[in-house]
């Protein structure tokens, strides 16, 4: 102890460095979830209904109740999903569908 230093100073600096820290709470790292993705259901200008599940390099969609087909990532920004025939646009929230060279058009959730 150096003469400066008070012996409740000394107490106090030898309490800190002797305190355990807490636990990482569980909010610090999410646990791996075993939960699927969530499934979106949309309704189109024409009618058309959509279920899209985003699964970050693809996406399964579903159109007016047919079974789900799997459309790549064109690109790196994951913002359009092709095969080719059918177009998936999401972008800033605004989700739009096209076949074939038909015009998007635009999808609201339900």
Do not use: H
């Amino acid at each position: 102890m150096t003469p400066s230093m008070s012996a409740a100073t000394a107490a106090v600096l030898f309490l800190a460095a002797c305190s355990a820290s807490p636990p990482p709470s569980a909010a610090a790292e999410p646990a791996a979830s075993i939960m699927p993705p969530p499934i979106e259901r949309y309704t189109c200008e024409r009618g058309t209904k959509l279920s899209v599940k985003l699964l970050g390099e693809t996406a399964e969609v579903g159109v007016d109740g047919a079974a789900a087909v799997s459309l790549p990532a064109l690109g790196k920004d994951g913002t359009t999903f092709s095969n080719g025939r059918q177009t998936l646009y999401v972008k800033q929230g605004v989700v739009s569908w096209a076949i074939g060279r038909m015009a998007a058009e635009s999808c609201k959730p339900d």
